[in-house]
Nanobody, 113 residues
């Protein structure tokens, strides 16, 4: 299993943008599924965006048109570009790789004025 390290979370104003990064300790080229999950305070962890090695992607309805997931196999990194952020996007964001998934430690995103 690969080790995952997320970064890029911070406090941002509504309407702002962030790019989260998930760096893997090894090659992600052969990992079929990788994704980003969010866990708001007091709630369960839920998928936000998934990328497959085939090039397909999945987005939860609440982020469609605002978030973009991408993977750079050469850098062993998965990104989540987050635009037009809303207060309800506030959560700890976790990166996951494979099935069953390996998890990173999470990065905090706070959207507030």
């Amino acid at each position: 299993q690969v080790q995952l390290v997320e970064s890029g979370g911070e406090l941002v104003q509504p309407g702002g943008s962030l790019r989260l990064s998930c760096a893997a300790s090894g090659s992600i080229r052969s990992i079929y599924v990788m994704g980003w999950y969010s866990q708001p305070p007091g709630k369960q962890r839920e998928p936000v965006a998934i990328t497959y090695s085939t090039g397909s992607t999945y987005y939860v309805d609440s982020v469609k048109g605002r978030f973009t997931i991408s993977r750079d196999n050469a850098k062993n990194t998965v990104y989540l570009q987050m635009n037009n952020l809303k207060p309800e996007d506030t959560a700890v964001y976790y990166c996951a790789a494979g099935s069953p998934p390996s998890w990173g430690q999470g990065t905090q995103v706070t959207v507030s004025s």
